[in-house]
């Protein structure tokens, strides 16, 4: 069964602490990785999209990697503003279907 | 960057009642529009996928005539709740994608969500 695993459920950091988010998945046939981060009460605002394992992008204090089986959200030197839900999707495409698989999301806290 | 555009943000209505939510891709068009329903500290729930031109397809579960879909044109895609009972009070929220020119599907832009709260 197709799956997006997000790791950990809430995480509450000091500022200038860095950590890692995990997204594990399981689906056939990977058309994309996607991080989104989301406020409270807002949509998602888009990231970060990967596609292939060994891919890596960087935008500011974040750094989304893929691997074949997982994405790593590494987040350097955070600040409050970062404060946030981060959600992973997957996108695979069986035949029109475009939709995405969506984790739980992993609830960022920084504190000043 | 891709905009997308939703309204109402905010919502009250009476039970019993209808409520249409608009979704406007800004600045691209969007070949492919989602219905997502979020509950509260939980991840997005996918109600429905629509394309411009043809019928949204359902999520198993979500209720076509409860959740009128229509996508008229490439820049627009509403969603009306008909009926609305207090049940169906969550935050709902649309994304929008287009094709590339190698046919390749873009990343999800969402609008900023709706609160729907029925009365």
């Known amino acids: 069964e197709d799956q997006v695993t997000q790791s950990p459920e809430a995480l509450r950091l000091q500022e200038g602490e860095s950590s890692s988010l995990n997204c594990s998945y399981t689906?056939?046939?990977?058309?994309?990785l996607f991080w989104y981060r989301q406020d409270p009460g807002k949509g998602p605002e888009f990231l970060f999209t990967?596609?292939?394992?060994?891919e890596e992008k960087e935008k500011e204090r974040l750094k989304a990697t893929l691997t074949k089986k997982e994405s790593f959200l590494h987040i350097t030197a955070p600040k409050p503003e970062d404060s946030a839900t981060y959600l992973c999707?997957?996108?695979?495409?069986?035949?029109?279907?475009?939709?995405?698989?969506w984790g739980l999301g992993t609830s960022l806290a920084v504190n000043p | 960057g891709a905009v997308v555009s939703q309204h109402p943000s905010r919502v009250i209505c009476k039970s019993g009642t209808s409520v249409k939510i608009e979704c406007r891709s800004l600045?691209?068009?969007?070949?492919?529009m989602f219905w997502y329903r979020q509950f509260p500290k939980k991840s997005l729930m996918l109600m429905a996928t629509?394309?411009?031109?043809?019928?949204?397809?359902?999520e198993q579960g979500v209720e076509k005539d409860k959740f009128l879909i229509n996508h008229a044109s490439l820049t627009l895609s509403t969603l009306t709740v008909t009926s609305a009972h207090p049940e169906d009070s969550s935050f709902y929220i649309c994304?929008?994608?287009?094709?590339?020119?190698?046919?390749?599907?873009?990343?999800?832009?969402f609008g900023q969500g709706t609160r729907l709260t029925v009365v």
């Open positions: 629509s394309n411009e031109g043809s019928k949204a397809t359902y």
């Open positions: 999707a997957v996108r695979h495409e069986a035949g029109n279907n475009r939709k995405l698989i």
């Open positions: 600045d691209f068009q969007a070949t492919t």
């Open positions: 689906v056939s046939g990977l058309r994309g």
């Open positions: 994304s929008a994608s287009y094709s590339t020119l190698r046919g390749k599907n873009t990343e999800a832009f």
């Open positions: 990967l596609y292939s394992a060994g």
